[in-house]
């Protein structure tokens, strides 16, 4: 079965300082992958999303994620972090093609940025 | 706006009582999901619907129940029959396209008095 293996549960980083939330996942056919942000009790806001062509895919609010097939891995980063991005990320997989769409998503990776 | 609505924002279930959650969007996307949310545990699927009057159930759907009435709408009722029902219920759309990304709610807080 399809499963999605984010590393690290809690990260603490200081503001301006460069984070990396990594991600890793279980599949041996293409899939779609996405990063979600969720904020203190709200919903889920999709930050990236990678379907095919280049593997560096830009997001918002200055994120991006490399996707790396041989790796299984799908990493997101920002170069220089503000307070602002204190929120929960998910990382998540569809997978083949026949399954409804349905997401899997990995246990989140809560992001706690300090001044 | 369009968007996805979901009501109310915090709901208080007493023992042995069925509450049920709405969940209703204007994006005309035919499929509609629904997702509890514990610490630490992610998300987990309840119930998804692709289409109007037909739905599957997810990995957790014991104790729970979904109608699909209407393209707009697909309220989740938590039945006496789940035990642990504390949690934080998220609703989400997609259109039905191979890469199905979804659209998520604000989500509903469901406490046990």
């Known amino acids: 079965a399809q499963s999605v293996t984010q590393l690290d549960s809690q990260v603490p980083v200081f503001e301006e300082a460069p984070v990396e939330l990594r991600c890793n996942y279980s599949s041996s056919v293409s899939v779609y992958l996405f990063w979600y942000v969720q904020y203190p009790n709200q919903g889920l806001q999709l930050l990236l999303k990678?379907?095919?062509?280049?593997?560096l895919v830009k997001g918002i609010n200055g994120f991006e994620a490399e996707f790396n097939k041989s790796q299984t891995s799908f990493h997101l980063r920002k170069p220089s972090v503000h307070i602002s991005d204190t929120a929960e990320y998910f990382c998540?997989?569809?997978?083949?093609?026949?399954?409804?769409?349905?997401?899997?998503f990995g246990q989140g990776t809560e992001l706690s940025v300090k001044p | 706006d369009g968007g996805i609505t979901q009501s109310p924002k915090y709901l208080f279930r007493k023992e042995g009582q069925n509450v049920t959650l709405s969940c209703e969007q204007n994006l005309n996307h035919d499929a509609m999901y629904w997702y509890r949310q514990d610490p630490g545990q992610g998300l987990r699927l309840i119930y998804y619907?692709?289409?109007?009057?037909?739905?599957q159930k997810g990995d957790i759907a014991e104790g729970y129940s979904v109608s699909r009435e209407k393209k707009e709408s697909f309220p989740l009722t938590v039945t006496s029959a789940q035990k642990n029902p504390t949690a934080f219920y998220l609703c989400?759309?997609?259109?039905?396209?191979?890469?199905?990304?979804?659209?998520f709610g604000p989500g509903t807080r469901l406490l046990v008095l």
């Open positions: 990678y379907l095919s062509g280049s593997t």
């Open positions: 619907s692709q289409i109007v009057n037909d739905f």
């Open positions: 989400a759309s997609s259109a039905l396209t191979s890469e199905g990304t979804q659209y």
């Open positions: 998540a997989v569809t997978p083949p093609e026949g399954q409804g769409g349905k997401l899997i």
